[in-house]
């Protein structure tokens, strides 16, 4: 099996602006692998904050050796190989996973969610984000995300602008919102004021309220907030969900941090035997990565699967969003092709 990859500049639609952060690009690294005349096609998106880059994927990637073409049986020992190759780079190996899930697909000839049994009328709405931003493009972004029946926004960055943004916002829509404070808040009883008060203004959960550090202040918040809290940065892989419990009332997979769709599957099914609500999110990421975790989403409780939405470069076209709820196309492996030039 041929393995390829080369990096690409993912174009942000909009500045992307984070609690700590703003950028107009994301790295990626497009893979391919290659047998038998079908390619089954992969990615790694990496936002910088995340430590991993074109060049570590590379590194990585180079020590792949792909004898023999995978199956439903020795899939998963492959990716227990790869992913013993070195700790860390779960991009990388969420883009190896996804390509060789793609190419096992079409082999088959089959949709991975036909392939797991999982019905494609259960696909949930997906969010859109909201970026922080100033009220009146604020304003503006609410009234582009009309198709969506959900918004997500992200706060974080002290209890007056959360307000505020939140109140730009309601002044425009009474959709759902969802929050996402990337670890901002940094005091416990701040944190309950806002939960309370955003528990008002129809907001459904709050996502990674504190710091990932700080789990007794999270648990403390959980026992008092009106809304579930929902855990992303403290929620890599599989081996972190059992210390979530009592933390959280549920968490955020993402190909790009736990390594791909192998692992993804099962930390939906031990947060389901753990009782934990699960939430399909994305980076920036094209259609590729998109609708390899949308194949999943017939599972999940919630998705926030709109990074593809927020490219101005997609170069797939696979999953879509209609009337807000992800559609998964019925072709093999994940469902995606190169979207034709332009
Ligand atoms: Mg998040």
């Excluded at 505020?164 to 940094?186: C, E, F, H, M, Y």
Aim: glycine share 8%.
């Amino acid at each position: 099996m041929l393995l390829r990859f080369r990096p690409y500049t993912l174009e942000l639609r909009h500045a992307f602006t984070l609690a700590t952060s703003s950028r107009t690009t994301t790295p990626d690294m497009l893979v391919e692998v290659e047998a038998d005349g079908l390619i089954g096609y992969g990615e790694a998106a990496m936002p910088p904050y995340l430590g991993e880059s074109p060049g570590t994927a590379a590194a990585f990637l180079r020590q792949v050796d792909l004898t023999g073409c995978p199956t439903p049986a020795t899939l998963p020992a492959l990716l227990r190989a790869i992913d013993a190759l070195a700790p860390g780079h779960p991009a990388a190996k969420a883009a190896i996973d996804i390509a060789l899930h793609d190419w096992m697909g079409k082999k088959l000839g089959v949709a991975l969610h036909r392939l797991w049994d999982l019905d494609p009328a259960k696909t949930p709405v997906t969010s859109f984000t909201i970026g922080i931003d100033a009220p009146d493009v604020v304003r503006q972004k609410t009234h582009e995300a009309a198709p969506y029946r959900i918004l997500k926004v992200k706060l974080g960055r002290s209890p007056s602008l959360d307000r505020q943004l939140i109140g730009s916002i309601r002044s425009v829509t009474d959709k759902p919102i969802t929050v996402d404070a990337n670890q901002g808040w940094l005091d416990r009883e701040d944190a309950l004021r806002l939960t309370e008060w955003l528990a008002g203004q129809g907001v459904v959960f709050v996502e990674q309220p504190m710091p990932k550090d700080r789990p007794d202040d999270t648990a403390w918040l959980r026992a008092r907030s009106p809304l579930p809290l929902i855990a992303d940065e403290s929620c890599q892989r599989l081996a972190d969900i059992p210390r979530l419990r009592g933390v959280f009332d549920g968490i955020n997979i993402k190909l790009m941090k736990c390594t791909g769709l192998h692992e993804a599957r099962e930390m939906i099914a031990l947060a389901r035997s753990l009782g934990l609500k699960v939430m399909l999110g994305c980076m920036t990421e094209t259609s590729c990565a998109i609708s390899a975790a949308a194949q999943l989403s017939p599972l999940v409780d919630w998705a926030d699967l709109d990074g593809a939405l927020l490219i101005a470069n997609d170069p797939f076209e696979g999953a879509t969003v209609v009337d807000g709820r992800i559609v998964l196309p019925d072709r093999p492996g994940i469902g995606v092709q190169p979207r034709p030039a332009a």
